[in-house]
């Protein structure tokens, strides 16, 4: 195993010397022995950071998000994780099959068979560039993918065969433990033409951690893809992460993503609906307490006709917490017929609570439907009196008026068992006291 490198974050601009660890990934991954587009992409990421530093509040697209949480925290680079069975969470679902990586490694001694029908390869068994794994677009624009790329050590692609429905879904469970790793792992999810699966992406670890996680996924004409992730990480840990679904003909993909234990994320959604007749969707609930601060940055990008997208935010933000919504719908020329809808709302429970929201329509044909809308809002004081004259007490009417507020966006999800893990995660929270969220 290389020697562990050790990095501080600051949110200000990288001097050349403090970003030396970036500039050569080989120092401490040379000995790993990658296919040379990995070695090549490593090093291209590490020279864009070294060029940039992280994004500070004067960049475009980071005018609302802090990364402060990320200067007092030292993370480790190739952390050991010893995690054994015992050590990882129940599987989401009972009949689920099940991926396992502990700090960004693959292992397959804590995974279940995966069925006919899908196959697993890892990273560093892709000789041959992968374009959806290789191409990541401008390096320059988006640092965190940069460390991405300077940083991958492991990774996989997912690739469910064509014509198959897999009836039961599938965990991808990525854990952190140790002594506070930091991870940068790289996943590709490949539906064939006419597939079908559920995937349950899980983020979990108890203690300090950093995920920069890159996720792609494509589907193929006329499958149905169903990715719902759940970041179930403690108040400790950052979670940052790029998701680019890219959709073919016919096909239908439905995305959401709860958030409640992090100190600190930015989650960035890329929907492109490359051909015609495509449904892409994806939604989310947060729950923020204390300092925490999460940002949901999203864009649907429409190609071509007859193509629907859909991005449905709900989040709930206590005491001194922060969220953040930039959600924008851009539809090409040749994209009529486009049907486009946006919303984000928030309930702020403290005066000190803020949201922060950022709507776009960006629209070049002239036969579409496209709208947005975004609101942000104390609790319904009527409501609350409503409740409290029927002999519910003040706290629990709250917590009814709050629950019932966020599960709206599960209404959508097509599956009951997963829609149940979020409702869940809902009701957890309501019942967790401020002292458990991030100080």
């Not at 050349?16 to 040379?30: D, I, T, Y």
Request: net charge negative.
């Amino acid at each position: 195993m290389a020697q562990a490198a050790v990095h501080s974050f600051k949110t200000e601009t990288l001097q050349r010397e403090e970003a030396m660890p970036w500039l050569a990934p080989a120092a401490v991954l040379g000995g790993d022995n990658a296919p040379a587009w990995i070695a090549a992409l490593r090093e291209t990421g590490a020279a864009s950071f070294a060029a940039t530093g992280l994004p500070t509040p004067a960049w475009e697209g980071w005018q609302y998000t802090n990364l402060r949480p990320l200067t007092p925290d030292v993370f480790t680079f190739d952390a050991a994780g010893d995690v054994a069975a015992q050590d990882l969470p129940a599987p989401l679902l009972k009949d689920s099959h099940r991926i396992v990586l502990v700090n960004g490694r693959l292992r397959p001694d804590l995974g279940t068979p995966l069925p006919d029908g899908v196959k697993l390869t890892p990273l560093m068994e892709i000789s041959e560039p992968e374009e959806e794994l290789a191409t990541v677009g401008s390096l320059a624009q988006s640092p965190l993918l940069a460390l991405n790329c300077a940083y991958m050590r492991d990774g996989f692609v997912l690739d469910i065969a064509p014509h198959r429905d897999i009836t039961r879904p599938i965990e991808i469970l990525f854990m952190t433990a140790g002594n506070s790793p930091a991870v940068y792992p790289r996943v590709l999810y490949r539906f064939g033409e006419n597939s079908g699966a559920t995937l349950l992406e899980r983020h979990a670890g108890a203690g300090a951690a950093l995920t920069n996680l890159y996720a792609g996924l494509v589907l193929k004409a006329a499958a149905r893809g169903r990715y719902y992730r759940f970041i179930d990480e403690n108040g400790d840990a950052v979670h940052v992460s790029r998701t680019v679904v890219r959709s073919h003909k016919s096909s239908d993909f439905q995305g959401f993503s709860s958030v409640s234990g992090v100190a600190a994320g930015r989650q960035e959604f890329g929907l492109e609906l490359l051909d015609s007749g495509i449904s892409s969707s994806i939604g989310g609930v947060y729950m923020l307490k204390g300092r925490q601060s999460h940002d949901f940055t999203i864009l649907a990008d429409h190609f071509e006709k007859d193509g629907t997208s859909v991005q449905h935010f709900k989040g709930v933000i206590d005491d001194q917490a922060r969220a953040v919504f930039q959600g924008k719908i851009h539809v090409r020329r040749p994209a009529q017929k486009t049907d486009g809808y946006q919303s984000h709302h928030a309930l702020l429970l403290s005066d000190q609570a803020e949201a922060s929201a950022k709507p776009e329509l960006e629209i070049y044909a002239d036969d579409v439907k496209c709208s947005h809308g975004a609101t942000a809002g104390m609790l319904d004081t009527d409501g609350l009196f409503y409740l409290q004259s029927r002999g519910i007490p003040v706290a629990e009417a709250k917590a009814l008026l709050v629950h019932s507020f966020l599960s709206e966006t599960l209404e959508k999800i097509t599956r009951d068992d997963v829609r149940a893990l979020y409702a869940a995660r809902i009701a957890a929270w309501l019942n967790a006291p401020v002292e458990e969220a991030a100080a």
